[in-house]
């Protein structure tokens, strides 16, 4: 909780924060009345209030409200993210300070995602990615996802994680969207007003912020990952207009929106290697590696890392139109009322 002490105009000249005890969000099982279905061969197209889900062995193929597409990629499994100052300095594969050189080492920074398992389902499908690194061997991370289609064109996303021993310090475990270029205005509701992770909130607090993608993230001189937010609720990206898609994490995420994919900023050595290709990449986690600091030698702590085990995630998204003010969108979405 944060009370803000502010002027007539706005301006905030003081606040303090209070930390109250977080809780899961119940989420009332997915309603499919109202959801119409056309199975083909290799596909399932899913239709509700006005929403289109599309469905393929792949994962979701298209995912549109009005005609209009909410996404051009994803959601999909990622566990990579290109390397921060403090996770190891990539242009220098010599020096063996911090996490990058065990990460490539490992494979991370390569591995290869396949579906093993598939099957449609009442308003959706289920499916078993299987994750492999060269650097591992015989091991693999196995994600059981499961997506469906609410009556009200909700988009619900369940992942189940399976980490083995042998994948020890991961860099992340989450999904990786690819939005329309257009949706560059951000409003959420975490931990803010600057980029923060699990090891690093002790200059931030909770409220909802208001951002455009551009600006998110700091622009480091080397490219890089950046712009995470933690223990985010939800998270809107819209047009002008105010339309386009609302992200909701009952359990809560980590959270970054960039103009740039973690693929490119890796091979980036310089900003003006940057070209982007149109798109809003956002990530969003159930947990991010904490950075620590390779600079000074101080590694990252043992709570902060992503550690071997079971663990489940749930992501709910749905479309804008302009007309709901961002709150209120929210709250319907995660089916509680978060005035009380």
Same mark, same amino acid.
Request: proline share 5%; hydrophobic share 40%.
């Given at each position: 909780?944060?009370?803000?002490?502010?002027?007539?105009?706005?301006?905030?000249?003081?606040?303090?924060?209070?930390?109250?005890?977080?809780?899961?969000?119940?989420?009332?099982?997915?309603?499919?009345?109202?959801?119409?279905?056309?199975?083909?061969?290799?596909?399932?197209?899913?239709?509700?209030?006005?929403?289109?889900?599309?469905?393929?062995?792949?994962?979701?193929?298209?995912?549109?409200?009005?005609?209009?597409?909410?996404?051009?990629?994803?959601?999909?499994?990622?566990?990579?993210?290109?390397?921060?100052?403090?996770?190891?300095?990539?242009?220098?594969?010599?020096?063996?300070?911090?996490?990058?050189?065990?990460?490539?080492?490992?494979?991370?920074?390569?591995?290869?995602?396949?579906?093993?398992?598939?099957?449609?389902?009442?308003?959706?499908?289920?499916?078993?990615?299987?994750?492999?690194?060269?650097?591992?061997?015989?091991?693999?991370?196995?994600?059981?996802?499961?997506?469906?289609?609410?009556?009200?064109?909700?988009?619900?996303?369940?992942?189940?994680?399976?980490?083995?021993?042998?994948?020890?310090?991961?860099?992340?475990?989450?999904?990786?969207? !690819? @939005?329309?270029?257009?949706?560059?205005?951000?409003?959420? #509701? $975490?931990? /803010?007003?600057?980029?923060? +992770? =699990? %090891?690093?909130?002790?200059?931030?607090?909770?409220?909802?912020?208001?951002?455009?993608?551009?600006?998110?993230?700091?622009?480091?001189?080397?490219?890089?990952?950046?712009?995470?937010?933690?223990?985010?609720?939800?998270?809107?990206?819209?047009?002008?207009?105010?339309?386009?898609?609302?992200?909701?994490?009952?359990?809560?995420?980590?959270?970054?929106?960039?103009?740039?994919?973690?693929? !490119? @900023?890796?091979?980036?050595?310089?900003?003006?290697?940057? #070209? $982007?290709? /149109?798109?809003?990449?956002? +990530? =969003? %986690?159930?947990?991010?590696?904490?950075?620590?600091?390779?600079?000074?030698?101080?590694?990252?702590?043992?709570?902060?890392?992503?550690?071997?085990?079971?663990?489940?995630?749930?992501?709910?998204?749905?479309?804008?139109?302009?007309?709901?003010?961002?709150?209120?969108?929210?709250?319907?979405?995660?089916?509680?009322?978060?005035?009380?």
């Amino acid at each position: 909780l944060v009370v803000e002490l502010c002027d007539a105009d706005g301006d905030c000249a003081a606040y303090e924060g209070f930390t109250l005890h977080p809780r899961r969000l119940p989420v009332e099982a997915a309603p499919l009345a109202g959801v119409g279905c056309e199975k083909r061969a290799d596909a399932a197209i899913y239709t509700a209030a006005g929403t289109t889900l599309e469905i393929d062995r792949s994962g979701v193929a298209a995912f549109a409200c009005g005609g209009r597409a909410l996404l051009l990629g994803g959601p999909r499994v990622h566990l990579w993210r290109s390397p921060t100052d403090s996770d190891g300095i990539k242009l220098m594969p010599k020096r063996k300070q911090g996490i990058l050189p065990l990460w490539r080492e490992w494979g991370y920074d390569r591995m290869h995602f396949e579906t093993a398992a598939f099957e449609f389902t009442d308003g959706g499908a289920k499916a078993t990615v299987a994750v492999t690194a060269p650097g591992k061997p015989g091991a693999k991370v196995e994600v059981r996802t499961e997506t469906q289609l609410r009556g009200d064109g909700a988009l619900v996303c369940r992942y189940a994680f399976d980490v083995p021993e042998a994948f020890t310090d991961l860099p992340r475990l989450g999904v990786e969207l !690819e @939005l329309p270029g257009e949706f560059s205005n951000i409003v959420y #509701r $975490g931990m /803010g007003p600057i980029e923060n +992770y =699990c %090891d690093r909130d002790s200059a931030v607090y909770e409220s909802v912020f208001y951002d455009r993608v551009e600006s998110f993230a700091f622009p480091y001189i080397l490219p890089q990952s950046a712009g995470n937010r933690t223990h985010v609720l939800y998270a809107a990206l819209t047009d002008d207009a105010g339309r386009g898609v609302l992200i909701a994490a009952p359990g809560r995420m980590e959270f970054s929106a960039s103009l740039y994919s973690d693929d !490119e @900023l890796y091979v980036a050595a310089h900003r003006s290697d940057l #070209r $982007g290709d /149109g798109k809003v990449h956002v +990530y =969003c %986690d159930l947990i991010q590696r904490g950075l620590g600091s390779s600079s000074t030698r101080a590694i990252t702590l043992e709570q902060y890392r992503v550690k071997p085990g079971y663990c489940e995630f749930e992501l709910l998204l749905l479309p804008l139109d302009g007309s709901c003010r961002t709150a209120e969108c929210a709250k319907h979405l995660l089916g509680v009322d978060k005035t009380r």
